[in-house]
Every structure is written in structure tokens, then in C-alpha cells.
């Protein structure tokens, strides 16, 4: 089986810092796309940033030039550099993996656990 686990997340003020990280364990073959989403309280998950295989990144207009979507394949890790954070960011940020092929079978998607990412004014 394969699991996503997230850690990074926690309490920091306005225009602080975070590195969320991502692993997926178990014997990978490959994972195409990899992404972070973001839930707020009372609203819908939407997309953060995402990264392809061959490193292609997509980021949402709100953290365009603030976050940075990187991977380490080798690892099967996704990481986010999240830099001038505002309270709007507050969140809880989910790890997802898209067409993952591993040793026991093939997963279309996988999501983490979530992670709370929490910004103070």
C-alpha cells in the first residue's frame, strides 16, 4: 500500500515562513502529477500549486511569486516553500498524488492526511 504523509505546517505571523513536505511510502514505480491543495473553514479545497513528473509547476494566482512547488522523484516527495505568508493562507493543506503505479498495484489518486498551516496578523 502507499501513504502520503505531510508535515511543515503549524503557527506563524504575517510575512513568516514554512516548508511543507510530502512523502509517499512504499515501492513506487512512478507518480505523474504531484499538488498541493488548501481547505478554509467553511469553503471549498481548491488547487494550490501542482508539479509533473518532469518538473512543470501551475500555482494559483494568490501565491503566484510566494510559494515554490518543488519534487524530489527519488523520494517520491513534494515539497512547498511558502514565503510572505498572509492570514488568508490559513488553511489546511493537503498533499495529493496523481496516477500512482507501486509494487502491490495502481492508485488514480492518493490524498495526505492534512496539514494546518495557520498565519496570525
Known amino acids: 500500500q502507499v501513504q502520503l504523509v505531510e508535515s511543515g505546517g503549524g503557527l506563524v505571523q504575517a510575512g513568516g515562513s514554512l516548508r511543507l513536505s510530502c512523502a509517499a511510502s512504499g515501492t513506487i514505480f512512478s507518480i505523474n502529477a504531484m499538488a498541493w491543495y488548501r481547505q478554509a473553514p467553511g469553503k471549498q479545497r481548491e488547487l494550490v500549486a501542482n508539479?509533473?513528473?518532469?518538473?512543470?509547476?501551475n500555482y494559483a494566482d494568490s501565491v503566484k511569486g510566494r510559494f515554490t512547488i518543488s519534487r524530489e522523484n527519488a523520494k517520491n516527495t513534494v515539497y512547498l516553500q511558502m514565503n510572505s505568508l498572509k492570514p488568508e493562507d490559513t488553511a489546511v493543506y493537503y498533499c495529493?498524488?496523481?496516477?500512482?503505479?507501486?509494487?502491490?498495484?495502481?492508485?488514480?489518486?492518493?490524498w495526505g492526511q492534512g496539514t494546518q498551516v495557520t498565519v496570525s496578523s
Open positions: 495529493n498524488a496523481d496516477r500512482v503505479n507501486y509494487r502491490g498495484g495502481y492508485y488514480w489518486a492518493l
Open positions: 508539479i509533473t513528473s518532469g518538473g512543470s509547476t
